[in-house]
C-alpha cells in the first residue's frame, strides 16, 4: 500500500504512542509542573477518580495563568486547566487523527484503550516519525557539525 491508503486504514496504534502523564484533580499546579519537568512533557491529562479524564494543562496554560494572574502556582490544577480534551481512540484511523488535530488546531491528542481509557498521547512529532519511516531514502538527515568560521565572506 502506499501512503495515503496507510494513512485512511491503518489505526492510530501503528504511531509511537507516548506514555500518558495523568495528574488527579485538586493536585496544585506546582506538582503538577514538577511532574511535567520530570517526565520531559509539555502536557497533563486531569484525571478524576484515577481513569476519567476531565481536563488537560500545558505549558500554554500556565504562561496564560502566570501573565494574567488566573491563578498561582498553588492554586488546584483543575481551577485552571482546559476542559476542552480531546481524545481518539487506539483503533481511529491516522487520517482522522490528522483531520481532527488539524480542524482544532492541536498540536498533541490523547488516546484511548479498547475500555475508553486514556492511556497515551500522539502528535505532530509522531506524525512526522510515521512520515519518515516510509520514506527512509528521502529523508536525508546530515550530522550536525560546528562550523567554527565562515567559509566565504558575507557581502560586496
Not at 511535567?36 to 500554554?60: H, I, L, Q, T, Y
Not at 483503533?91 to 490528522?98: C, E, F, N, R, T
Not at 484503550?113 to 512526522?128: M, P, Q, V, Y
Request: glycine residues 6%; proline residues 5%; contains cysteine.
Amino acid at each position: 500500500m502506499g501512503l495515503r491508503d496507510d494513512i485512511l486504514h491503518e489505526p492510530i496504534s501503528e504511531l509511537a504512542l507516548k506514555p500518558l502523564l495523568s495528574v488527579p484533580v485538586g493536585m496544585t499546579v506546582r506538582r503538577v509542573v514538577t511532574a511535567m519537568r520530570r517526565r520531559k512533557m509539555g502536557s497533563a491529562v486531569v484525571m478524576e477518580d484515577g481513569a476519567n479524564p476531565v481536563g488537560f494543562f500545558n505549558e500554554r496554560l500556565l504562561m496564560h495563568m502566570l501573565v494574567n494572574e488566573t491563578g498561582t502556582l498553588d492554586s488546584p490544577v483543575d481551577q485552571v486547566m482546559s476542559d476542552e480534551l480531546i481524545t481518539l481512540s487506539v483503533h481511529d484511523p491516522i487520517a482522522k487523527l490528522i483531520v481532527t488535530m488539524q480542524e482544532r488546531k492541536l498540536r498533541w491528542i490523547c488516546v484511548t484503550d479498547d475500555a475508553g481509557r486514556a492511556h497515551s498521547i500522539t502528535g505532530c512529532k509522531n506524525l512526522f516519525e510515521y512520515l519518515v519511516d516510509h520514506f527512509p531514502r528521502h529523508v536525508k538527515v546530515r550530522p550536525l557539525r560546528s562550523i567554527m568560521a565562515m567559509e566565504q565572506r558575507e557581502g560586496a
